[in-house]
T-cell receptor, first 112, second 114 residues
Framework: QKEVEQNSGPLSVPEGAIASLNCTYSDRVSQSFFWYRQYSGKSPELIMSIYSNGDKEDGRFTAQLNKASQYVSLLIRDSQPSDSATYLCAVNEGDSSYKLIFGSGTRLLVRP | ETGVTQTPRHLVMGMTNKKSLKCEQHLGHNAMYWYKQSAKKPLELMFVYSLEERVENNSVPSRFSPECPNSSHLFLHLHTLQPEDSALYLC?????????????FGQGTRLTVV
């Protein structure tokens, strides 16, 4: 059973701080990694994708991938109350070109 | 607006009813998905269609019946559902190539079975 693990949280950070969200996955051959943000009652919104080891930055967001450790993280700099949401990690299963497995998500609370 | 549109947004149905959920994508993608999201559970993959062929059926009960008439449209036909089927049903699409690229979700259908 392929798995994607996330701490459910909530992760509480003050406004302006860096929020660090972590995800581990079980399938060593996974190639595609995504972070989604989901507000309560809404659908998931893609915020970052990463395919190779290292860091990828987009505005206040940085995704980090370490395939050897089977670990992917998301850093949010200068956190804002509007960043309060559940963050979902998604990983493709094995060498599948279509099957995405989602973690259960980490709830982030940014305190004003 | 993600380019993936789902209708209806909300649906209340009795256990003996038949209804359908509709999804349409305007992104030129070649793979479409149905996911189920229940309270406090991870997203569950139900069905995947790639180039109108069903490539994944994740042990979903037969009371859920998908249909993909072309690469832009996806339906989920519902009949004789149970109260535990109440959930958020999400459609997504992606571009399937050597590996999966970004998947975009529709707004979802909040289904309540009474």
């Amino acid at each position: 059973q392929k798995e994607v693990e996330q701490n459910s949280g909530p992760l509480s950070v003050p406004e302006g701080a860096i929020a660090s969200l972590n995800c581990t996955y079980s399938d060593r051959v996974s190639q595609s990694f995504f972070w989604y943000r989901q507000y309560s009652g809404k659908s998931p919104e893609l915020i970052m994708s990463i395919y190779s080891n290292g860091d990828k930055e987009d505005g206040r967001f940085t995704a980090q991938l370490n395939k050897a450790s089977q670990y992917v993280s998301l850093l949010i700099r200068d956190s804002q109350p509007s960043d309060s949401a559940t963050y979902l990690c998604a990983v493709n299963e094995g060498d599948s070109s279509y099957k995405l497995i989602f973690g259960s998500g980490t709830r982030l609370l940014v305190r004003p | 607006e993600t380019g993936v549109t789902q209708t209806p947004r909300h649906l209340v149905m009795g256990m003996t009813n038949k209804k359908s959920l509709k999804c349409e994508q305007h992104l030129g993608h070649n793979a479409m998905y149905w996911y189920k999201q229940s309270a406090k559970k991870p997203l569950e993959l139900m069905f995947v269609y790639s180039l109108e062929e069903r490539v994944e059926n994740n042990s979903v009960p037969s009371r859920f019946s998908p249909e993909c008439p072309n690469s832009s449209h996806l339906f989920l036909h519902l009949h004789t559902l149970q109260p535990e089927d109440s959930a958020l049903y999400l459609c997504a699409s992606s571009l399937r190539g050597p590996y999966i690229t970004e998947a975009f979700f529709g707004q979802g259908t909040r289904l309540t079975v009474v």
